[in-house]
């Protein structure tokens, strides 16, 4: 293939300069957590091939030691390659081979870079093939992110609705169907539902923790295991569950788990849906808080920020039009991992690194939405009893209190009454006394 210029101070080598050069496209390069994830599962390859007796206990404490460093970021700007490269992710495979190589032959030489005494591949990469690694890793690093990152974000969301929801419980207000005046509930019933959203959405994710806990490491390259240990994959998934602190396994069947990315799109999948969730809590919420002489206006939103470069005064809804941006990058976010998980041709999906890409960010863009909803809107939120109240009282939804008792036909009546003079269905109903007062005022009480 000829010779390639790498320059001076990089860590990495040839085939990762090849790929640089092959594939200068997006600008987007690897998420840091996936990274990470990675050096991850090089330390404890190289300790479970030490102890197999495979690869020498200098070598592999190198190795360890500089995917320590690289777990704690040390070389982050030296994983350079495109999002959009080779389907398999083996890039970026070598790309932390190389790096582990050169950095372990510092440690053991002072001299960086190199095929010896560590190579990138007989000795990083022992055991293991880009086939088995990255799926390993996307789910390694997706399942760490949603542990530490996203569930957490989603139960202080639900438990500020649920606060909300309680705090609200006595002010009565006026229901919508299809945008227009229902019967009468109360503001905590509205939130209440909002925090079940939220609660759904966390048994929804954690409904997928068994299937995100298989790895595919020690199918090598297309799932026979070839060139690997017998005992290589089940050690190095007891090692990652002691280093991580949750628990993995080997892939019941490693065919499968190089093949399909079939979990991925199912967590993806159950991501947009937290996603649509999130876009009905927010749209709710801004249109309650629309005003403030123009709107709805039942609650008012912490004011932020200036809303508008010509009106002065004006208080725009900034955060749930973020969260509602986020769930749109979501849904295409999956849409992208749906399609990517269709090219599983036969013993190998050949998208294996956009759909890391996309799945990662869909995680972080909303455990950080999520966080900023609780912490800038939500938490902050107040009701307007009295505003509530006046749309109760003015609705010609409150004939329908008045139905078990008049008919149906007779209240349309009413109602149609009402709305011609402009008179609330209480003052129509009095005028004509179509019940007992004392009835019409127990029907037709608010709150």
Known sequence: MGTVQVPKTAYYGSQTQRAVDNFPISGLHMPMHFIRALALMKRCAASVNRDLGLLEGELAGAIESAAAETQEGRFDNQFVIDVFQTGSGTSTNMNMNEVLASRANEILTGQKGGRAPVHPNDHVNM?????????????LSARIRIREHLLPSLEKLHKALLAKAEAFADIPKLGRTHLQDAVPMTLGQEFSGFARQIELAIERIE?????????????????????????????????????AHIVFREAENHFEAQAAKDTVVEVSGILKSIAVSLTKIANDIR????????????????????????MPGKVNPVIPEAVLQVAAQLVGNDTTITLAGQAGNFELNVMMPVIAFNLLQSVDLLANAAAVFTEKCIEGTTANPDTCRGYIEQSLAMVTGLVPHIGYDAAAALAKKAFASGKTIREIAQAERVLPQDTLDKILKIG
């Open 127 to 139: 055991g293991q093939s880009s086939n088995d690694v990255i799926p390993s890793v996307i789910h």
């Open 207 to 243: 409904s997928a923790d068994p299937r995100l806990a298989e790895l595919a490491i020690g199918g090598t390259a297309i799932g026979t295991g070839l060139n690997t240990h017998p005992e290589f994959a089940r050690k190095v998934c007891d090692r990652i569950s002691e280093a």
């Open 287 to 310: 249109w309650l808080a629309s005003g403030p002489r123009g709107g709805i206006g039942e609650i008012t939103l912490p004011s932020l920020q200036p809303g508008s470069s010509i």
